[in-house]
């Protein structure tokens, strides 16, 4: 619990230590921080799609390395997992059931028909704001600077994550309550 705690919230910083240690270190040095993530994450991640996304993200850095440079490939990390993310989201909309589906039935088991047709919608928006991100991530890889790179990356995603979550939240409750 504890590891899986603090993999998370090194996930979850990357960005600024990606941003402080360019600051401090040579390029090349960092990019066995970002090896530990995936390692890290790697042994806490137990499923199998996980360990795919992991596995991809690690060649697209080490693609990306060797195509410009250690610096851009360190900074694409994040567009990589966006991608991920849009893969797991929008692979699940051809299964029986999508991702946001099978987290709403670990809370309500007999979800309803109109349950599963919103769950669906859910994971079409989600797909959508992985497209957006990704998109952004690669502009500001590509673009900014390492200081705007890490604003977005490290803050400015994560705030639009929570507006989801929360819009999404406001919009469940609205449609509950007409059912």
Not at 67 to 96: E, Q, T
Not at 142 to 152: F, G, I, N, P, R
Request: aromatic share 12%; net charge positive.
């Amino acid at each position: 619990m504890l590891i899986r705690m603090l993999v998370t919230l090194l996930t979850l910083s990357y960005p600024f230590l990606v941003y402080w240690g360019l600051q401090r270190f040579d390029v090349l040095a960092l990019l066995p921080v970002l090896i530990v993530v995936l390692l890290l994450r790697w042994l806490v991640g137990g499923h199998k799609r996980d360990r795919l996304v992991i596995i991809v993200s690690a060649l697209g850095v080490l693609i990306i390395t060797l195509l410009w440079d250690a610096h851009r490939g360190l900074k694409f990390y994040p567009v990589l997992v966006n991608l991920g993310l849009l893969l797991v989201f929008g692979s699940s909309l051809f299964a029986s059931q999508t991702v946001v589906e099978r987290l709403a039935r670990i809370k309500e088991p007999e979800l309803p028909p109109e349950g599963v047709c919103y769950t669906r919608k859910v994971t079409q928006v989600w797909c959508l704001f992985f497209v957006f991100n990704a998109t952004v991530s690669m502009a500001t890889m590509l673009w900014a600077s390492d200081k705007v790179w890490a604003l977005y990356n490290g803050l400015i995603a994560y705030l639009f994550i929570g507006l989801i979550l929360a819009l999404e939240w406001i919009v469940r409750q609205r449609v509950r309550g007409r059912v």
